[in-house]
């Protein structure tokens, strides 16, 4: 399942949500903090290019969670004057700023890599290293499960995002951990550099995933099809509802967007037909909390009987 398709599977009240975004942006800046700081001492300890490799990565983890925790805060804001459908899309081109910086050290580590297999070093003091990642490993699964649980529960790209490339760090400690061993226990100078390869090579695809999501919600794509039913199958129990038509949808940020027609009885009252519509809508918004809903009424047949062009 995409990062996309991850909206509004187990949706919350609004202000929960935005409470939860706000801390696991917090807490993606503290972890990644914590990390530079042990990792820079361990780095200089061993000398590893996977201690390198790992020490480059949670130093643009840092920078790309900081530039989350301001694109959350500002996609929170409530529209105004200038920005009538929110800020929400600001949560998007944070997504692209990661996947920039993560594509960036994917391709600074295979580099490095790759200088390392043409010129092989040893590893020294691995005890450290190893005690340093075990560290770091612990303290990703926990900020990890609990980013997956706020994206679950919110559908935020940014907060998505920043726990996929938080998740491939935990493949990139366990890579370290191994690194790590072949290296200064068995004495295969190649098993760091090349592993450190392999490493790059899976930051460089959850890199092109983030793009993805984000390119998704700027161009507007579509709610996943399981919504779009869903709103079909509420307008569709209102009794007075005959059929519907033009259902539309797009997301920014957490905030979808829902537009549609409804089909009903061509000479309903306008007072009975907009009452009918104001409660099609509470009964969607039920559904998607925070959403914005527009709904066009049209009596039955419109597009298909000229009669009621005349």
């Known amino acids: 399942m995409s990062l996309f398709q991850t909206h509004l599977l187990s949706p919350v009240a609004p202000a929960r949500t935005a409470r939860l975004m706000r801390l696991a942006t917090y807490a993606s800046v503290g972890v990644a903090a914590i990390l530079i700081i042990v990792k820079t001492g361990a780095l200089y300890a061993t000398g590893a290019a996977v201690m390198l490799a790992t020490l480059v990565d949670s130093i643009l983890d840092g920078a790309a969670s900081l530039l989350n925790l301001l694109a959350v805060r500002h996609s929170l804001q409530p529209a105004d004057a200038e920005h009538r459908f929110g800020h929400g899309k600001a949560e998007a081109l944070a997504g692209l700023g990661q996947a920039a910086f993560i ?53 935020s790209i940014a907060v998505g995002a920043d726990a996929m490339h938080y998740a491939s760090d935990v493949m990139l400690n366990l890579g370290v951990i191994a690194g790590l061993i072949l290296s200064g226990q068995f004495g295969l100078v190649y098993g760091d550099p090349l592993i450190a390869l392999a490493i790059a090579g899976w930051i460089g695809y959850s890199a092109m995933q983030i793009f993805r999501a984000a390119y998704d919600q700027i161009m507007d794509r579509e709610l996943p099809d399981e919504d779009r039913k869903k709103v079909r199958a509420i307008a569709l129990a209102h009794k007075e509802v005959l059929d519907i038509h033009d259902v539309r949808s797009r997301l920014a940020g957490i905030t979808p967007f829902i537009q549609l027609h409804l089909e009903m009885q061509p000479y309903l009252s306008l007072h009975d037909a907009h009452l009918i519509a104001d409660q099609v809508e509470a009964k969607v918004k039920e559904a998607f909390p925070g959403a914005e809903v527009i709904i066009h009424q049209d009596p039955a047949g419109f597009e298909k009987n000229p009669a009621f062009h005349d």
Do not use: K, N
């Open 103 to 155: 594509g960036g050290s994917a391709v600074f580590l295979g580099f490095e890599a790759v200088q390392r297999i043409a010129s092989p070093e040893p590893v020294v003091q691995t005890g450290i290293g190893i005690a340093v990642t075990l560290f770091a490993l612990a303290l990703t699964i926990v900020l990890v499960a609990f980013q997956r649980y706020v994206s679950r529960a919110s559908g």
